[in-house]
């Protein structure tokens, strides 16, 4: 239980930084595009929606939301991607059990629009949970995509 609160209120201090508009030229977070225990491959991507598997390879839980966010790829960096769409994610909390893998995905045009053609990344963020229930480390993770 106690997990599945940090969990929620991690995701609370995410959405409060959402914008309205369209493209951002604010060069985004520090993240990995894979661990040794934790990647994700996406399965199936359009300008409209995205699926991809999540897949858990250690033995420790792993926490995540349906938050996450999306970067498009100019002069070699990359840039947070603003909404166009107030961004709006159900508040609910998943824990991935060691060694296991699923699947997850959203209808990206809900919020960015239809992507035009370029190079994006999908960034979401996770929670490594210890045996005790213990967060031992919070990672950011992207699964990188073309459109056109």
Sequence with gaps: MKRIFIIIIAALLLFSGCKAGNRSLG????????????????TEVSGEQIALEIMNESKCEIGYGEHYSVEFKKDGEWHVLSPKNEASFIEV???????SS?????????????????????????SIYENGGAEVENIALAAQFAIG
Excluded: N, Q
């Design 93 to 99: 909390a998943y824990i991935l059990e060691e060694e």
């Design 102 to 126: 699923c699947t997850w995905g959203d209808k990206m045009s809900r919020i960015y629009g239809k992507l035009p053609e370029g190079e994006y990344r999908l960034v979401k963020h996770f």
């Design 27 to 42: 060069i985004s977070e520090e993240v990995i595009s894979d661990t040794e225990i934790l990647k994700m491959k996406i």
